[in-house]
């Protein structure tokens, strides 16, 4: 798993958006359970930002040079299918 999350360079910051109680958001709160430890550990300076509001569909919003931003919506998915979506996000900075 951990070279999975070695951030590219043009990616600058990753944000997590997600409802602290729903079961619509629970595999996101797992996931981030799990492997937020490991991305910040692989990258210190890139910012990680975990967003948490009551009725909030989960997503995953990244930031790359330019302004350029895209997201991902994560209801419904299990966690192994966000960990593939927060993959395919962090590498098309590339």
Do not use: W
Not at 32 to 43: D, E, G, L, S, V
């Amino acid at each position: 798993m951990s070279g999975k999350y070695v951030f590219t360079k043009g990616l600058k910051e990753l944000r997590f958006l997600f409802c602290q109680t729903s079961e619509q958001s629970a595999a996101t709160r797992t996931f981030i359970n799990r492997a937020y430890p490991t991305m910040k550990k692989h990258n210190p300076h890139t910012p990680i930002l975990i967003r948490e509001a009551a009725g909030t569909a989960p997503r995953v919003f990244a930031r790359y040079d330019f302004g350029k931003e895209t997201q991902e919506a994560l209801s419904g998915l299990t966690d192994a299918q966000i960990e593939d979506r927060v993959t395919n996000l962090v590498k098309q900075a590339s």
